[in-house]
Nanobody
Framework: QVQLVESGGGLVQAGGSLRLSCAASGRTFSDYAMGWFRQAPGKEREFVAAISWSARTTNYADFVKGRFTISRDNAKNTVYLQMNSLRPEDTAVYHC??????????????????WGQGTQVTVSS
């Protein structure tokens, strides 16, 4: 079992920044690729970004390229999502997820084994 707890969400004006954190416990963190997904009200959950166990490979949704950066600190069992130039359409609950693999990180949520409860991000216009 892997437990994931997100933090860092909040209310921010358009153009602002937030950094989300996801703390993992329960298993060897470096065995897992990590991903961030989001779900806006009335919409399906969608992929945002992912990072391999070694942090050498990252994968981003087109709508966040150049604005969001995913990173991880295996010594702290934590993955981060730095979000810059936020837009109202980025408003959603952001979830982190873990996939036990050494392969490059994938965007499909069906490959992820563990999920956090999420943290709310609200961007005002």
């Amino acid at each position: 079992q892997v437990q994931l707890v997100e933090s860092g969400g909040g209310l921010v004006q358009a153009g602002g920044s937030l950094r989300l954190s996801c703390a993992a416990s329960g298993r060897t963190f470096s065995d897992y690729a990590m991903g961030w997904f989001r779900q806006a009200p009335g919409k399906e959950r969608e992929f945002v970004a992912a990072i391999s166990w070694s942090a050498r490979t990252t994968n981003y949704a087109d709508f966040v390229k150049g604005r969001f950066t995913i990173s991880r600190d295996n010594a702290k069992n934590t993955v981060y999502l730095q979000m810059n130039s936020l837009r109202p359409e980025d408003t959603a609950v952001y979830h982190c997820a873990a996939q036990r693999t050494t392969a490059p990180p994938v965007a499909s949520e069906r490959f992820y084994d563990y999920w956090g409860q999420g943290t709310q991000v609200t961007v005002s216009s």
